[in-house]
C-alpha cells in the first residue's frame, strides 16, 4: 500500500468522522440564533417620536438607567408524556408544534438546556395559578422524559434536583413556586404523574408540602352549621294547658361551649377555597380537587376528598395564609 494510498485512507476517515460528529441540530440552532438576534434588536430600537402626534409622547425618548431583565418567579414541571428524549427534542424543534420547554432532563439524567431562562418559552398553554393567567412569561418549564406510567429514574431526579437549585438561587424563587403542570392546568394537564417525587423535593427546599404526624381535622363551616342548628332548634311548641313561661329560652353561651368542646376553636374552612388560597383555578372544581390529590396525596386521585384529604389540605391552605 503506498503513501497516497494510506493518506487517501486516512482522509476519508476523517471526512466520515466529521459527518458523524455533525451536530443534528445545527439548523434549529442557527434558527435559534437569528431569533434572538432579531429580539435584540428590538430591545436596541429606541421609540422615535412621530411629528405631530400626540403631545403626551413627548419631544425625546428619555431611557432610564435602572432597568435590568425580567427574571422567572415559577418553576413549572412537566413529564413529557414520549418514548424518547429524542422524541422530545424533536418535538421542541419543529415550528408546527408550537411546544417548548426551558430544560429535557433525560432518563439517564442528561441535561438539555434549550432556552435560555430570561425567554418565554411555551409549555405551559392556558393555565392560571392564583392570580397569574399567563403562566409562560413568568415561569422556568422543565420536562422531564417520562411516559406518564414509569417511575423517574433515580439519575433523572438528580439532576433535575441540581437545576432546581441554581435556579432557586439565581432568581429567588419562592419555596413555594415550583408546581406541576397539572396544578396550573387542572381540567387540561395530568403531568407530572403521581409517581412523581413531591415530598422529596420539598424536603429539599422545593414546592410545598404538609407536616408530618397527625393532622388536626378542619372544622368545616357546613358541618358547623348543621351542629348549631340541631342545638338551637326551639323546642315544641306548648300544649295549651302549659304556661310559656315554663318553656326556657336557649342559652346560646352553652351552645357555644358544647362546639368549642365538640370541635375546637370555631374555624371556617371551605375546601373551594382553601384551593384557591393554596394556588388552584377553583371554576372547575372536581378537576382542581384532582390536581390538589395528584400532587399531594399521589392515590384516589379521581376520588371526592376524605376525611384524611381535608386535614393535608386544611394544614397546606394554613401555610399560605
Keep these: 500500500m503506498t503513501l497516497r494510498h494510506c493518506l487517501g485512507l486516512a482522509c476519508a476517515a476523517a471526512l466520515a468522522a466529521c459527518a458523524v460528529q455533525k451536530n443534528p441540530y445545527a439548523a434549529t440552532n442557527k434558527s435559534y440564533k437569528a431569533q434572538v438576534k432579531a429580539y435584540a434588536e428590538a430591545l436596541r430600537a429606541m421609540p422615535g417620536t ?41 418535538t421542541f424543534t419543529m415550528p408546527s408544534t408550537q411546544v417548548s420547554a426551558h430544560y429535557v432532563i433525560g432518563r439517564d439524567g442528561r441535561v438539555y438546556h434549550m432556552l435560555n431562562d430570561y425567554l418565554r418559552a411555551w409549555h405551559g398553554g392556558v393555565a392560571r395559578w392564583g392570580n397569574t393567567t399567563d403562566i409562560n412569561s413568568a415561569s422556568i418549564g422543565i420536562e422531564l422524559d417520562n411516559n406518564g406510567i414509569e417511575p423517574f429514574a433515580e439519575a433523572q431526579v438528580t439532576s433535575l434536583m441540581h437545576i432546581l437549585g441554581g435556579l432557586k438561587k439565581a432568581y429567588g424563587i419562592p419555596t413555594a413556586n415550583f408546581i406541576g403542570h397539572a396544578d396550573i392546568a387542572p381540567s387540561r394537564k395530568n403531568d407530572p404523574s403521581a409517581l412523581f417525587p413531591w415530598k422529596r423535593l420539598s424536603a429539599n427546599g422545593f414546592g410545598l408540602w404538609y ?111
Excluded at 400626540?54 to 435590568?68: A, H, I, M, P, R
Excluded at 384557591?276 to 376520588?303: C, E, S, W
Aim: proline share 10%.
Design 211 to 321: 407536616d408530618a404526624g397527625p393532622l388536626p381535622s378542619p372544622f368545616v363551616a357546613d358541618s358547623a352549621a348543621a351542629l348549631a342548628g340541631r342545638l338551637l332548634t326551639p323546642p315544641l311548641p306548648a300544649p295549651d294547658d302549659v304556661p310559656m313561661a315554663t318553656i326556657l329560652p336557649v342559652d346560646t353561651s352553652k351552645v357555644d361551649a358544647q362546639l368549642a368542646r365538640l370541635n375546637g376553636p370555631i374555624t371556617v374552612f371551605s375546601p373551594r377555597e382553601a384551593l384557591r388560597i393554596i394556588g388552584y383555578d377553583t371554576r372547575d372544581l372536581p378537576a382542581a380537587i384532582r390536581a390538589f390529590k395528584l400532587h399531594f396525596i399521589q392515590q384516589n386521585v379521581g376520588m371526592p376528598l376524605s376525611d384524611a384529604d381535608n386535614r393535608i389540605l386544611y394544614n397546606l391552605y394554613k401555610k399560605c395564609l
Design 50 to 90: 412621530t411629528p405631530g402626534g400626540d403631545s403626551l409622547l413627548g419631544k425625546y425618548w428619555v431611557g432610564t438607567t435602572n432597568f435590568n431583565l425580567r427574571k422567572p418567579n415559577y418553576v413549572v414541571i412537566h413529564h413529557t408524556a414520549q418514548d424518547s428524549t429524542a422524541q422530545t427534542l424533536k
